[in-house]
């Protein structure tokens, strides 16, 4: 007797693990005289012990109670192995349906990833053409696959301006799958005349500050071709920067130069020299508190649109709130506030004070959550 495996497999290559098979004599397909039974290794190997000769080995999916099993056909073949212990075939192909598989979309903090879109590509053994997928309004979306095949999911930014570029790599195996998903920075900016106002007093905004730096290049240089725009910075020394591109400058380098800026701004121990435009203007406060920075960029008369980026560990209170409302409801000519928080806890003091206070001007907020930085550019996916 000899010791045989046969590597059961899908017409994408992939192994199917835990598939039972029977052995049965002869070289009749309606042999029924079962000899052998088990399941596949987790490489999809069907092994056994025969003799030389001649066997019918089928494989019966059917029969496991697994759903990515029940989407395979039964297969059978005639099995022949000589004197040498040696076996043909050693690799069965098995059918494959596809089956309709639901994707729900999450940040890494577990909230919905509403209206990404993305494409999954399959190997070319099975559809040349992507599969376009938008998450919507329920951040789920659903679509055909074939399960144990090898699919690719990219989000690039020709899909979407609204979460970062990604890619995945991953195999079906159940009929629900989770995708953690990022948030670009601040998405689509439709404004012609913006301020960003940078709270680097937050250690949450410092920690990231070459994903800012790399998230505000990036939404600066896609803004409409006339727009304008200027930065306000409040670091951790209690100081506000003041900084305007130079009228000369191209949108390219305008937006180069700021991301540029926010790395010297991080770094400066207290006020720096003052400046006109494609300078910075500086004063010192006294104590702490982000109010500061949103008061200074609300006095900023020429901006349509306040983007305000802090962290989760700010103090963004009921009277941060309170005194917002204020000095908004002050001004003849009000702008909309745009709130980006980056890694709060959602649902939280800081989350809520902080959608509040877009909600004051009718603006839109983003609580943007990010994985750790060796998580590079992978979306992480998790079977439910």
């Known amino acids: 007797r000899f010791l045989v495996a046969v590597t059961l497999h899908t017409k994408g290559g992939e192994p199917v693990p835990g598939c039972p098979f029977t052995v049965s004599l002869g070289s009749s397909q309606s042999s029924k005289e079962v000899i052998v039974s088990g399941l596949t290794s987790e490489d999809g190997v069907a092994c056994m012990e025969l003799r030389e000769g001649i066997f019918q080995l089928r494989f019966l ?26 076996v043909s075939p050693a690799a ?50 659903r679509v055909s696959l074939a399960y144990f095949e090898q699919y690719t999911l990219r989000i690039s930014p020709e899909d ?59 939404a600066l240089e896609k803004m409409p071709g006339e727009a304008q725009f200027g930065l306000l910075a409040y670091g951790d020394q209690a100081t506000l920067h003041r900084w305007r591109p130079t009228k000369a400058a191209g949108a390219s380098d305008a937006a180069e130069a700021a991301a540029a800026w926010c790395s010297t701004v991080a770094a400066a121990p207290g006020p720096s020299a003052s400046g006109e435009d494609g300078g910075s203007l500086s004063y010192t406060c006294k104590n702490l508190d982000p109010f500061v920075l949103l008061e200074a960029a609300l006095q900023q008369q020429d901006a349509d649109a306040i983007i305000f980026l802090t962290g989760g560990d700010a103090c963004v209170d009921d009277l941060f709130l309170k005194r917002a ?60």
């Open 61 to 86: 999916p059917a029969a496991a109670s697994d759903i990515a099993l029940a989407s395979l056909d039964e297969t059978c073949c005639t099995l022949g192995v000589n004197d040498s212990g040696d």
């Open 92 to 141: 069965v192909e098995v059918g494959i349906r596809a089956a309709e598989v639901t994707i729900f979309f999450v940040d890494p903090a577990g909230e919905p990833a509403e209206n990404c879109c993305c494409r999954i590509e399959p190997r070319e053994t099975l559809v040349a053409e992507p599969l376009r997928l938008d998450s919507g309004s329920t951040a789920a979306a």
């Open 160 to 218: 979407t301006r609204e979460y970062q570029p990604q890619i995945l790599q991953f195999s079906v195996h159940a009929p629900v799958l989770t995708v953690v998903v990022r948030r670009s920075l601040f998405g689509a900016i439709d404004e012609p005349r913006l301020l960003v106002a940078l709270d680097l007093s937050s250690s949450h905004v410092r920690s990231n500050l070459q994903e800012v730096q790399l998230g505000l290049r990036e």
């Open 325 to 384: 409302q204020m000095a908004f409801y002050k001004l003849a000519r009000r702008p909309r506030i745009h709130a980006v928080l980056l890694n709060g806890e959602p649902r939280k003091a800081v989350w809520k004070h902080a959608q509040a206070l877009a909600l004051l001007s009718r603006a839109c907020f983003r609580a943007v959550s990010w994985l750790p930085r060796a998580v590079g550019s992978e979306v992480a996916i998790v079977a439910s």
